[in-house]
């Protein structure tokens, strides 16, 4: 499996950013699919994940309500809609795929990852 993250950029605080990882390879329809991210000087911290099927989400609680993680199988590609964004949400955005049922905010429970791609919000 390979991912190409895009779509990163500057926006000021409060703007919106959309955010897409192409997928390549075999995927199976159970598969979780993850936003990761990592400030300068911090670990990389879980974003959101969605199945590769669409039917399930999960995400930190930082970003509920602001951001929404998306699929579109026909297009082999995950999005994350970033919306009222924050200085705080400032960092290297990492997509990532795990072969299991089952979520995981761990970053070592994930076997495929991306390239990051720079988001930076300015206040």
């Known amino acids: 499996v390979q991912l190409q993250a895009s779509g990163g950029g500057l926006v000021q605080a409060g703007g919106s950013l959309r955010l897409s990882c192409a997928a390549s390879?075999?995927?199976?329809?159970?598969?979780?699919m993850g936003w990761f991210r990592q400030a300068p000087g911090r670990e990389r911290e879980f974003v959101a994940a969605i199945s590769w099927s669409g039917g399930s989400t999960d995400y930190t609680n930082s970003v509920k309500g602001r951001f929404t993680i998306a699929v579109d199988t026909a297009e082999n590609t995950v999005y994350l809609q970033m919306n009222t964004l924050k200085p705080e949400d400032t960092a290297v955005y990492f997509c990532a795929a795990r072969s299991s049922w089952v979520f995981s905010t761990r970053v070592s429970m994930y076997d495929y990852w991306g390239q990051g791609t720079q988001v930076t919000v300015s206040s």
């Open positions: 390879g075999r995927i199976f329809s159970y598969y979780r």
